[in-house]
């Protein structure tokens, strides 16, 4: 080796160790999300007021080498991205000095990272492929609890399948413990479906006076204040439809306070909050913040305009991916799931919000708006009397381990597009092995009440029939007319009239070609 | 004190070599303070009040233009090629689609890929306002992951369209073929068509037909790369590799992670290398549109060439191709740049010659500051001095300009310099750019009509990036506009 190649690698050498600059790093690879001075750019997560940079040096670590996806809260605000790894492309020593900057300069000085310790944490999850989720990371490295006015919580959990609150004193608990962490989450159940949860805790009121709390669950669940029941969200629904808010009075001091939460299947959320006298906003007191006091995106009503209906084609809670929204003028409203060829979701009031799929990145579901949301069904709508034969197939996915299954799933019938006429009010068409469906909806004008009047009409050669609602509670029908549920009625109004299946609480319409159903929906 | 005193002695030692062997590069800047005198850029108006990020472009009859919007809502604009443009008419087709990134106009309808699926917009009734929705094909997965995009082409010679397919969150496979290229029919039939792909930004077909589309930089992407989705191949993410059991195609290869793309695409012949490779902060981040040039001229000499939208930097870059031992490669240039948001669709007017671009920085920050935007660009009529064209010879490059170049200038050896490099082909997240070589250039010739330098290279290294830097000028003493590209060096061709 000649002498000056070898100078100019023992400065290289040098030059790198003593020029390692974190804000350097910081300035050409972290400031495009999180910004020159660390609140977050175009909405990305900001550093400054976060919990996640401080604390163990291993989770920052982490989080630089593999990254980090899924949704997180961040300084008291909810996030869905994915921060892409840099373990791949950044030393050891560029990583710790990187973190020790962001950790000295936004994270109120939490200590300094070295390359030793980026080092061992790199070798530790060598095998990591995937980014991390907010949850794992929690996981292996908490955050300290937070104070609430949630005092003694303990977690009871039963496993079991419930359409009501069941009697807790009857059942055998499946896991209790103490849950130091001042906030209620489903997740502490450690199942994702057929469970229930009851916390028990000591409600600490700084003052004496008025406490609003609030109470939403999907699915469900009440809440009891001082022995007594103040507060109960029923039946199977998205969260956000049936938020309630009640007034207590509290003296100062503990008061005895107890939440019972069942989930079912799907999504499992609980939003627990209250106000009291002197506070200005809702203080949550479960993990997942409720609507208003902690969105962190701006509202965007979508709203139907100059007595048109409005569509909205999004994720939308309590339906399938593939969700086709309309909001009619009168303050009625229905998603279709374009998978399952269904009207699946009917609410009154409010349409949608754009502000969270508008803005940012846009993640995640978006609960309907409005109120009294009902479920009409789950799963395929369309059906004949023979199986399918397979000429058109759609996928089942279920998760087998971290990666998703699927499975062929043949089915009778599906989606095709829809039309929308001068009033904006949508024919939904379909077809399948044999047939054609159109499903047609429109504002009921002839009742004064809020409802719908949905047209179904089949053609082709062979007959359809055609789920109207599944799982839910059913009275009647008597001369056409169908309670389902507390909050909707199915009226029929000509044709084809509906039937209940007891067996497998169905309430279905069969069409042979050229028949048609003409049906009422009004809500309570 | 010591460490100072030997970083001085380094820093001294460095700027000794780069006075004697390093070429210039031409500063982002500089360039594009020059794009005024060969390209005219204007924003288009968009509807006033409406927030109309762009996701998607298409050409309709009578000079009419239609833009789908990230919020879903299909405009038509009248007056978009005009002169003035504060006449510009905007009408709104449709409301509220699930994201469209794709979107053409046939025999009277708009055609829009959205998220979950291909559909046929029409207007029955004359009024200006789609009535009719046909859902043409619904048959990939989707689970409610807001990184699931599905980028749609205009249509193939049988009036297929192409759609990409990103992974679920761009690093899962949680749904039916995420991470694929599939073919939908007229009829709406879905062919899964290649296997391999992470995060797309765009799709668009070359002169020949030739279906290609843009990849990020991430997991088993050592860099963003333009990639030629030739039918039943493996592009080279078998993240989605599942999938194909879902159908009769043959299952993709499962490749070795911190191997090289080389080494595994000779192991499998199925794996088709990217065309061209987009060096992470280099050429840019994050490419997303592709449009190919066939104005015959109307838009500047690149007849045939590639145009790439990039969202990171707001820029336009040109590629040109050549096909070698049954693959595609080639060059990247830097082009045109300065737009006002981060690019997503890129759409060329081939009658007209008029670019027209579109985008938003919503979610991914870009160089361009406005929250979206949609803008037009027409070619002044005067050509820049640049690099044409990178072609790969056995024994080095020709280099093609666009204006005859000054001959002592040309075989003066010190106004080029080589560098070569690859990336390591792994599962984690990008890559450093890694085995890089130093090549000789041994002669440079200037052809007679002053156009083509042959450069002679010692140290071709078959699969690495080819990096050229030329301070040549031309005949007339003008500097070239851009002076480096980026040659993928996936074949060296043989001896003629």
New interface residues.
């Given amino acids: 080796m000649r002498p000056s190649s070898l100078l100019a690698l023992l400065a290289t050498a040098i030059f790198a160790s003593a020029a390692e600059d974190g804000a350097q790093v910081y300035s050409t690879l972290c400031v495009a999300c999180h910004g020159p001075d660390g609140k977050g750019l175009n909405g990305l997560p900001p550093l400054v007021g976060s919990d996640w940079p401080k604390g163990p040096a291993a989770r920052s670590i982490k989080i630089v080498l593999s990254g980090m996806e899924g949704p997180v809260d961040v300084a008291g605000k909810a996030y869905n991205i994915v921060m892409p790894p840099q373990g791949a492309v950044l030393s050891d020593e560029k990583i710790a000095a990187a973190l020790t900057y962001v950790r000295a300069t936004f994270a109120g000085g939490a200590g300094a990272v070295t390359p030793d310790e980026v080092k061992a944490v790199r070798a530790a999850t060598a095998s990591r492929t995937t980014p991390w989720t907010a949850a794992e990371l929690l996981k292996a490295h908490p955050f300290p609890p937070a104070k609430t006015a949630l005092k003694n919580l303990v977690g009871t959990m039963y496993k079991g399948n419930w359409k009501e609150l069941p009697d807790f004193s009857t059942l055998k608990p499946a896991l209790m413990e103490d849950f130091n962490v001042g906030v209620v989450d489903p997740d502490q159940s450690g199942l994702k479906s057929n469970f229930a949860m009851v916390w028990t805790a000591q409600f600490e009121a700084k003052e004496a006076g008025k406490y609003t709390f609030t109470l939403d669950c999907d699915d469900f669940g009440a809440l009891y204040v001082g022995g007594e029941k103040v507060a109960e969200i029923k039946g199977i629904a998205p969260i956000g439809g049936r938020r309630k808010e009640v007034p207590v009075i509290l003296k100062q001091g503990l008061t005895p306070i107890r939440i019972e939460f069942v989930q079912v299947a799907g999504e499992q959320v609980i939003h627990l909050g209250y106000k009291g006298p002197k506070d200005k906003g809702v203080q949550w007191l479960s993990k997942t913040r409720g609507g208003n006091a902690a969105k962190n995106t701006p509202s965007i009503p979508i709203q139907p305009k100059d007595g048109v209906a409005v569509i909205y084609r999004n994720f939308i809670s309590g339906t399938t991916p593939r969700a086709i929204g309309i909001g009619f003028p009168n303050e009625m409203n229905l998603a279709y799931s374009g998978d399952n060829a269904a009207v699946e979701l009917l609410w009154a009031g409010k349409f949608m919000d754009g502000g969270h799929h508008w803005t940012d990145r846009g993640a995640g579901n978006e609960p309907p708006a409005g109120t009294n949301v009902v479920k009409l069904s789950d799963g395929q709508a369309l059906i004949q009397d023979t199986a399918p034969s397979g000429s058109i197939v759609r996928f089942a996915t279920e998760k087998g381990g971290k990666e998703m299954k699927f499975s062929p799933l043949p089915v009778a019938g599906e989606f095709k597009g829809y039309d929308l006429d001068k009033a904006g009010n949508p024919t939904f068409r379909s077809t399948g092995e044999g047939f054609a469906l159109t499903d047609a909806w429109a504002p009921d004008t002839a009742s004064g009440k809020p409802g719908l009047v949905r047209t179904l009409k089949a053609s082709g050669d062979k007959a359809v029939t055609i789920v109207l609602t599944r799982g839910v509670a059913l009275t009647g029908p008597s001369d056409g007319v169908t309670e389902v549920g507390a909050n909707l009625v199915i009226r029929a109004q000509s044709g084809v009239y509906p039937r209940t299946n007891a067996a497998d609480k169905t309430l279905t319409v069969t069409l042979k070609p050229g028949e048609s159903a003409v049906l009422g929906y009004s809500l309570r | 004190m010591k ?1 100072l005193s ?2 001085l ?2 820093a001294a ?1 460095t700027s000794g070599l780069s006075a004697a062997a390093v070429v210039k590069k031409t500063d982002t800047k500089a360039s594009e303070a020059r794009q005024s005198e060969f390209y005219e850029r204007v924003e288009i108006p968009t509807p006033a009040g409406e ?1 109309c990020e762009v996701s998607s472009i298409a050409l309709m009859p009578g000079k009419k233009v239609a833009i789908g919007t ?3 809502d299909v405009w038509i604009a009248e007056g978009a090629y005009d002169a003035d443009l504060s006449k510009i008419k905007w009408t709104k087709f449709a ?4 994201e469209p990134l794709g979107m053409f106009w046939k025999a009277g309808s708009l055609y829009a890929t ?1 998220r ?2 291909h ?2 917009l029409t207007d029955t009734d004359g ?1 200006g306002k ?6 043409i094909c ?2 990939w ?7 699931e995009y599905a980028f749609g082409s205009e249509p193939d010679k049988n009036g297929d369209v192409w759609v990409v397919l990103c992974l679920t ?8 073929w995420r991470g694929w290229c599939v073919r939908v029919t007229p009829e709406g039939k879905m062919i899964p068509t290649t296997s391999g792909i992470r995060s797309p930004g765009g799709i668009g077909a070359n002169e020949k037909g030739d279906m290609f589309y843009t990849d990020n930089q ?2 088993w992407n050592g860099s963003s790369g333009f990639k030629w989705l030739r039918p039943g191949s493996f592009q080279g993410n078998p993240t989605g590799n ?2 194909a059991a ?1 159908s009769d195609f043959p299952a993709p290869p499962e490749p070795t ?1 911190g191997s090289r793309i080389l080494t595994e695409r000779l192991k499998f012949p199925d794996f088709v290398p990217p065309a061209v490779m987009l060096p992470h902060a280099k050429v840019g981040n994050s490419p997303s549109g592709i449009a190919c040039d066939m104005t015959k001229g109307k838009f500047g000499p690149w007849e045939n060439q590639m145009l790439v939208g990039e969202q ?1 930097a707001s820029q336009v870059q040109r590629i040109n191709l050549e096909f070698v031992n049954g693959l595609y490669q080639g060059a990247v240039f830097h082009f045109l740049g300065g737009f006002e948001a981060g690019l997503i669709p890129v759409r060329m007017d081939q009658e007209d010659g008029t670019l027209f671009v579109g985008g938003s ?5 870009s160089r361009g500051t406005k929250p979206f935007t949609f803008e037009r660009v027409r070619f002044k009529g005067k050509v820049p001095f640049e690099m044409h064209d990178i072609s790969a010879r056995h024994d080095g490059f020709e280099v093609t300009f666009t204006h005859p170049v000054d001959a002592a200038s040309a075989a003066d050896l010190k106004n080029y310099a080589m560098d070569t490099f690859t990336y ?1 082909y ?7 750019e890694v085995d890089q070589t130093a090549p000789t250039i041994k002669s440079a010739t200037l052809s007679e009509d002053g156009l083509k330098v042959r450069l002679v290279v010692d140290g071709l290294v078959r699969g690495h990036i080819h990096h050229l830097v030329t301070e040549v000028k031309a005949k007339s003493g003008d500097t070239l506009w851009h002076n480096e590209g980026w040659y993928t060096l996936n074949e060296i061709p043989a001896a003629k």
């Fill in positions: 460490k030997l970083f002695a380094f030692l927030v990230r919020r879903g409301s509220n689609l699930h959205q979950p699926e559909t046929r009024d789609a009535d009719r929705f046909d859902s619904s048959k997965g989707i689970n409610g992951d807001y990184h969150g761009s690093f899962h496979g949680h749904s039916p991430g997991v599942k999938s879902l992670s990171t920085n919503r979610g991914w920050g390591i792994q599962a984690s997240y990008g890559s450093p």
